[in-house]
């Protein structure tokens, strides 16, 4: 169907339906990446990705996505400093922002929340921990 | 394995458990019970069955029954009813007993994230609560006692933010704090068993352990579950489970999946 496929190609910073839920996974590994967009397209998200904190910002200009992915460590501009920027933009408050990274001590865990993350994924994941986190951040 | 090995696997757990072993599960089985074999000194699972029917042992019928079982559970499964427990059921029963403490059993509790979930939500809700936890299976008991969870276990249903106020690293692994594992009591125990004193609970949940059972048990389980519940306590299975058709003693609470109170005939039987 032509509308569909319309749909399936728009790129994310579009006028996008309000019952589409998008989803940004920021990860500097494509293989994460490509992993994650399989467990969260299941889910019904439409997704973009970026593979830095810097690209993920470009792609805030427009509606912010619904829920944001967002590794840690990462070249140019790591998860840390994207969230901090993303919470102080106009309406940033508003995405549900999961870590999903390796960084497992407790006071990681904690800043990552007191920098503003709803929730917090220690790699390795898989689609049933994800699914559980987004459910429990009301993203689903 | 062979048919007549799987049929004999599907009466043991049957009679031994009440539990139902679907054909379908035969390829399941055989995987299963691999390692039990490999701990008990056998060379294969065909070794390990055919010294089970010919001298049947007590503990090696258990460890070939527990490795059957289907252990699946995770924190905060079906999450509204923790949300009921704790912001609903635990505070109306803690006003009306005495001292304000409230008595919970997790019946089936495997490796114990029901229980944990409960001692959480009770004690976000400053409610004193005493709970029970049991299993038939030995080794979920043990592994449920140690409050030890793997990475993958700690973030399936916890938040990342009560995670960190309820557990602490240990190694690869979660564990949960002392005040935590203080506040459950596991136990084994077999459903198929008799109440064998009078200690009543205030609610009990029994989830996903009814709909896995042969339906000819699930009457005596579930009068065993009517003998335990005070009267004016709650029941809750699973979010898709029903026992309407298995007893009277109980009915189903209007618009809340899972929920169970005695019905008036099971109140003047018990009185």
């Known amino acids: 169907m032509p509308d569909e496929a319309a749909r399936s190609v728009r790129p994310l910073g579009d006028d996008h339906p309000v019952d589409t839920r998008t989803c940004l996974i920021v990860d500097d590994s494509r293989i994460i990446r490509k992993v994650a967009r399989r467990i969260v397209e299941g889910l019904g998200f439409e997704v973009d990705e970026a593979a830095d904190g810097a690209e993920a910002l470009s792609h805030c200009t427009g509606p912010l996505p619904d829920v944001v992915l967002l590794d840690w460590n990462m070249p140019v501009m790591d998860g840390l400093t994207f969230i901090r920027r993303l919470r102080e933009m106009p309406g940033g408050g508003r995405p549900k922002v999961l870590f999903c990274t390796i960084e497992t001590a407790p006071e990681r865990i904690a800043e990552a929340l007191g920098a503003g993350a709803d929730d917090y994924v220690m790699k390795p994941f898989d689609g049933e921990i994800l699914h559980s986190k987004l459910a429990e951040v009301g993203a689903v | 394995m062979t048919e007549d090995d799987f049929d004999r696997l599907q009466a043991l757990l049957a009679s031994r458990a009440g539990y139902r072993l679907g054909r379908d599960r035969l390829h399941l089985a055989e995987h299963r019970l691999g390692p039990v074999a490999r701990r008990e000194g056998f060379d294969s699972v065909d070794a390990l069955l055919q010294s089970l029917w010919v001298k049947p042992v007590a503990s090696l019928g258990w460890a070939v029954i527990e490795a059957l079982l289907n252990p699946e559970t995770w924190f905060r499964r079906d999450r509204a009813v923790f949300d009921t427990i704790s912001r609903e059921l ?3 029963i803690s006003r009306v007993r005495p001292g304000g403490r409230v008595t ?3 019946a089936g509790c495997s490796t114990g994230q029901e229980a944990y979930s409960l001692a959480i939500g009770a004690q976000e809700a400053r409610v004193a609560a005493d709970i029970v936890a049991t299993d038939l299976s ?23 933010r009560v995670m960190l106020d309820w557990f602490q690293p240990a190694e690869d692994a979660w564990t949960a704090v002392p005040r935590l594992k203080d506040a ?21 949940l029994c989830r996903n352990v009814l709909s896995e059972m ?32 298995d007893t009277v003693a109980f009915r189903p609470v209007g618009g809340r999946q899972g929920l169970y109170v005695k019905a008036p005939a099971a109140l003047s039987r018990a009185a």
């Open chain 2, 90 to 92: 635990l505070p109306a």
């Open chain 2, 104 to 106: 919970l059993w997790s």
């Open chain 2, 138 to 160: 030995q080794r979920a008991i043990d592994k449920a006692r140690s409050g030890l969870f793997s990475a993958f276990e700690i973030q399936r249903g916890l938040s990342a």
């Open chain 2, 184 to 204: 459950i009591r596991f136990a084994r125990h077999n459903l198929l068993d008799a109440p064998a004193d009078g200690a009543r609970f205030d609610v009990i």
């Open chain 2, 214 to 245: 042969e339906h000819a048990q699930r009457g005596r389980v579930v009068d065993h579950l009517e003998r335990r519940l005070a009267d004016d306590g709650v029941l809750i299975l699973g979010a898709e489970e029903r026992i309407d058709g």
